[in-house]
């Protein structure tokens, strides 16, 4: 037994001797090397190393949860909270944790990007790679990770992982006004192309050179992969049944019926190969690849096994931490890594077949005026390009898309054949594999 999976199961253990139900554990041993530059010159190296456990117990409908940062300590941490999950207001939404007999597949990481010491020269390739295509500045990151985890159940889990991952972000300026931003995230190091992903902010900035106000209006939007991942970051939140429950989805109840354009299929598969390819979800269900919209239809919502007993179905292996990280809810399923699945043209011909319309790299301050409508704006940024006849013709700024996500997704009528994974700050999460999509008529407004 592995040294993180003999740590969960002791601290199941632990937990069961001092009287829960029911308690999961999972171990984590991180490892994260930051490298930030600006002003096209690196400004920071960063290491980091943190082994923690994420520890679930309950007793009857009574339940709590920790991070628990000193392992040697487990004994005496888990017997308290346990004692504190006796004196806790029952959960009512609890229905128990995953049990039976599993069978996992175990990831790998790349032993490369395990012994990556030096990657700063991705970094120095990128920036070279942007300045030659007109950048006049360069700045971004890159992220090489390796984790590893170990996880046990009360109810029969116990599993290993291991995963790696590279994350190059690169946004180059030509102008104050223009820029154009490019990602490159790969699990393997031969997957690492910094001069393509340097080359390809410097065209995106070159082309955004002196913008002017945009025009207001209907207009048809080609979306570049990042732009769809800020979008899919909501989306796919919400088709977790847990935002279902609180009335924070779009696709409540609407199982079963149109819900984008039959261009759309869009899957949570957590089994490809991916910086986010994951072995378990957070309770111990061996992960699966779950169809969301098939066609333009929803077919399910993602579940845990709790969710799953309320909505009388199966879990889809999509349970979230039982602790809080970032924004999302802690004992919530969660989507792992979205797939659109790809079309049949290529970019090129999705422009040459616009007429009139935006061809758009980034965005950001996505805002809801209704979750339960799919109500929303965003922001554009870095390049934002019009198309007339077919062509780019120059470059607008401070415009806003201000409509309906549904319509969003119901008006895409045209998908690229190239996708590629995105993964940004919390803008563009979780990672995705995505394509460019075209959306028609969508309303633009001003920003400012």
């Keep these: ?172 300026f030509s102008q104050p006004e223009a820029s154009g931003h490019a990602l490159c995230c790969t699990h393997k190091l031969s ?95 061996p992960t699966k690849r779950t169809v969301m919209i098939d066609r333009g239809v929803l077919k399910t919502y993602l579940h845990d096994t709790s969710t799953a007993k309320r909505f009388k179905t199966k879990t889809t292996g999509n349970a979230g931490p039982y602790v809080p990280i970032g924004f999302d809810p802690p004992a919530a399923p969660l989507p792992i890594h979205p797939v659109l699945e790809p079309g049949d043209l290529s970019v090129e011909e999705m422009i040459a077949d616009t007429k009139n319309g935006l061809y758009l790299n980034n965005t950001w301050y996505t805002r809801y005026q209704s979750y339960s409508r799919g109500d929303f704006s965003t922001i554009p940024r870095d390049a934002i390009l019009k198309i007339e006849d077919g062509r780019i013709v120059g470059a607008v700024k401070s415009i806003r898309v201000s409509d309906n996500m549904l319509t969003l997704w119901k008006n895409i009528d045209a998908v690229s054949k190239s996708t590629e994974e995105v993964f940004w700050w919390d803008e563009v999460a979780p990672p995705s594999t995505l394509p460019s999509v075209r959306v028609k008529g969508m309303n633009i407004t001003r920003s400012s």
């Design 191 to 285: 997957g690492m192309d910094a001069r393509g992903t340097g080359s390809r902010a410097g065209q995106m900035a070159f082309l955004a050179k002196d913008p002017v106000q945009g025009d207001v209006g209907k207009m048809d939007l080609i979306l570049e992969p990042m732009f769809l991942g800020e979008l899919m970051h909501s989306t796919s939140h919400m088709m977790s049944a847990f935002y279902v429950e609180v009335g924070m989805s779009m696709f409540a109840k609407r199982v079963g019926k149109k819900v984008a354009s039959e261009e759309v299929t869009l899957v949570d598969d957590p089994t490809m190969p991916s910086t986010s390819q994951r072995a378990f979800d957070h309770e111990g269900v």
């Design 1 to 172: 037994m592995s040294e993180l999976k003999e740590a969960a199961q002791e601290i199941v253990d632990f937990a069961r001797d001092a009287g829960a139900d029911d308690a999961v554990a999972e171990v984590f041993d991180h490892r994260t090397h930051q490298i930030r530059y600006s002003n096209s010159r690196i400004d920071a190296s960063n290491w980091w190393g943190l082994k923690h456990a994420h520890v679930f117990v309950a007793i009857g409908k009574r339940t709590l949860s920790t991070d628990l940062l000193d392992l040697a300590s487990a004994k005496a941490s888990v017997e308290a909270l346990v004692q504190g999950a006796r004196v806790t207001p029952e959960n009512s939404a609890y229905t128990g944790i995953a049990s039976g007999k599993f069978k996992y597949r175990r990831g790998k990481a790349d032993p490369k990007i395990v012994a990556m010491r030096s990657p700063t020269k991705h970094v120095h390739d990128a920036i070279s790679a942007a300045v030659r295509e007109g950048a006049t500045e360069v700045g971004g990151t890159l992220f090489v990770r390796h984790m590893r985890a170990g996880i046990a159940s009360s109810g029969g889990a116990l599993a290993e992982d291991e995963s790696s991952a590279l994350e190059l972000s690169v946004r180059a």
